[in-house]
């Protein structure tokens, strides 16, 4: 599965925020170490806000500080007036909250003055995607101060305070890019080798795409689409689903780097060209990308420093069944527990021994898929767009997390996937093979 946070689509459609200072370390040491759980490429970390802990996607491509998927949380904010804001499409807006001088909080690292925006939208849900409760995006203020390291080997994010040391090290051992920021977002200068032509490029740092790369294919750029592509679901922002076409380029050369063959997405939107944002850039390196790296971000210095990590060599592998799938609620389940004559729990009973069950009831997640690529393996042999997963290869599909779904999809070409499906109340059996056209 592709999970592609259409974040880069939101503008604020008000006055900017006034100054803010953003995250500041209270402690005297030289680092703090921040843990995050990475879901499909993707960071997540708790944060407190105003006293009430919720869990943020962490992502160098949005500006502003935003909510939403607070059904359950009673949460204070504060100066609350209600704003409009749109995405791509400039005649779709949205109701949303903007409240100013909240407390974001993580253990010795906290913002006192944070403007947030709560989209206030139902339908804007990422916790689906991901198979976690996700409440919210931060970005730009958590990086603003502080030289930063993201660890995805470690999974854990650094925040450096006395930085001399940490200065020398990056100099001997990693590879620099300058960051040009607009509008409080990351650019750097890469280079993309697409059908025989080399070409720079001005791509956003995106830790909050989990693709490879978004290249955009317009006159105004030299970008053009390999013919050796797919027509894809991309993701979803305010505006909609986001469509367009997938494909592997030659490489990207960052700095002295070049990986070869990445998987790019070229998204269908003519109204993008509309947006300053997108006009000024040719494009999005994701975090199927920054993975492979140890990473700083210097945002104090304008600098982003890279080094091959343990995943550099990894390839890009992409879903090769055709469908999307996501996390659908949950539901209660019954199971068998097998107990001996002592109401013990056991696995080995013998013929002679004495046995009977115990049942249990326990919420398990459902899982539905919620779009099918045409003319892939998953069209071809009839699986639909709503059909509820009920197991997957002879397993039940709620042993599985969401991850491990999509891992399976994109695992091994050749390899045959058995669905149990549940359609208006009756259960099909679809098997297909996974097949690659990249």
Not at 71 to 88: F, S
Not at 260 to 273: S, V, Y
Request: with cysteine; proline share 4%.
């Amino acid at each position: 599965m592709k999970i592609k946070f259409c974040l880069v689509f939101i503008f604020i459609y008000c006055l900017a925020a006034s100054a803010q200072e953003g995250f500041m370390m209270e402690t005297t040491k030289n680092r703090i170490a921040i843990p995050f759980k990475l879901i499909e490429n993707l960071i997540f970390i708790p944060i407190m806000v105003n006293g009430i802990e919720l869990t943020f996607l962490l992502d160098t491509g949005s500006e502003e500080t935003i909510l939403f998927s607070l059904e359950d949380q009673q949460l204070n904010l504060v100066n609350a007036e209600k704003i409009k804001i749109k995405g791509y499409d400039s005649s779709v807006f949205v109701e949303a909250l903007k409240s100013t001088n909240n407390l974001l909080s993580l253990p010795k690292y906290l913002d006192s003055n944070q403007t947030i925006y709560v989209i206030l939208d139902e339908n804007f849900n990422l916790s689906s995607q991901v198979g976690i409760p996700v409440n919210g995006i931060i970005g730009y203020n958590f990086f603003k101060n502080y030289l930063i390291e993201i660890s995805y080997t470690k999974q854990k994010i650094f925040v450096y305070q006395n930085t001399f040391k940490i200065y020398k090290k990056l100099q001997k051992k990693y590879r620099s890019s300058e960051i040009v920021f607009e509008r409080n977002k990351p650019f750097i200068s890469a280079k993309v080798g697409v059908g025989n032509k080399e070409i720079p490029t001005k791509l956003l740092v995106d830790s909050g795409n989990s693709d490879a790369l978004w290249l955009y294919s317009n006159t105004k750029n030299p970008i053009t689409i390999p013919p050796n592509n797919l027509d894809d679901y991309l993701g979803r922002g305010l505006s909609g689903e986001v469509y367009g076409k997938r494909s592997r380029i030659d490489y990207l050369a960052l700095n002295e780097f070049k990986l070869a063959h990445p998987i790019a997405a070229f998204p269908d939107l003519p109204t993008i060209e509309e947006e300053k944002d997108i006009r000024d850039r040719e494009g999005t390196i994701g975090a199927e990308i920054l993975k492979r790296f140890s990473v700083f971000l210097d945002y104090p210095n304008s600098k982003i420093y890279f080094r091959k990590n343990r995943n550099y060599n990894l390839p890009f592998h992409f879903n090769m069944s055709g469908i999307e799938v996501q996390h659908d609620g949950l539901q209660w389940i019954k199971e068998e527990e097998l107990l001996d004559k002592y109401n013990r729990i056991t696995l080995d009973v013998a013929e002679d021994k004495l046995v009977k069950f115990k049942y249990k009831f326990s919420l398990k997640p459902v899982f539905k898929i919620t779009s099918v690529r045409k003319n892939s393996p998953a069209a071809a042999c009839g699986l639909l767009k709503e059909d509820v997963i009920i197991s997957i290869n002879n397993n039940k599909v709620y042993t599985y997390s969401l991850q491990e779904i999509n891992d399976l999809l994109k695992s091994e070409e050749g390899k045959w996937i058995t669905l149990e499906i549940e359609r208006n109340n009756k259960i099909f059996i679809f098997k297909f093979q996974l097949q690659t056209i990249l």
